[in-house]
């Protein structure tokens, strides 16, 4: 993606509580830059969609974001929609109830920002989680 202008959507299938791991966010976080320290793994999408440990800001970091803005939690019913901006600042922890907790994601982007091939010389993301395909409609 060329620039980051875009909106991501977690969509709660379950219920989201404050005991089984609801989304955090940090509100305001999408206006400061975080620069994250290391070098991202080839094929990382196979794991940081269930455990991000490469492109996480440091501690200190973390601490000046929430120190700024604070958290929030995305709590809700099945079916509750939380939309933000793709760069605010958000995780989750493990879910250490009995509950389940599935959200489904989905980011929406410019048509004005479609994706290129990725910086740095990195194969593409497979089409599952950054679609390439036809040209949308204008």
């Not at 305001?28 to 794991?47: A, I, L």
């Not at 493990?94 to 990195?122: H, K």
Request: glycine letters at 10%; hydrophobic letters at 35%; proline letters at 10%.
């Amino acid at each position: 993606m060329p620039r980051m202008r875009a909106v991501s959507v977690s969509l709660s299938l379950t219920p989201s509580t404050e005991f089984n791991g609801p989304l955090l966010m940090v509100p305001g976080s999408h206006k400061s830059f975080v620069r994250c320290v290391g070098e991202t793994p080839e094929n990382h999408h196979e794991h940081s969609l269930k455990k991000q440990e490469y492109g996480v800001p440091s501690g200190e970091a973390l601490t000046r974001l929430v120190e700024a803005g604070g958290m929030a939690s995305a709590t809700g019913s099945a079916g509750t929609a939380v939309f933000f901006e793709c760069n605010t600042m958000h995780g989750s922890a493990g879910n250490l109830s009995p509950w389940p907790r599935t959200n489904f994601f989905i980011v929406y982007n410019s048509v004005e920002n479609s994706l290129v091939r990725p910086f740095g010389g990195r194969p593409p993301r497979p089409a599952f989680l950054a679609d390439r395909g036809p040209a949308p409609l204008r």
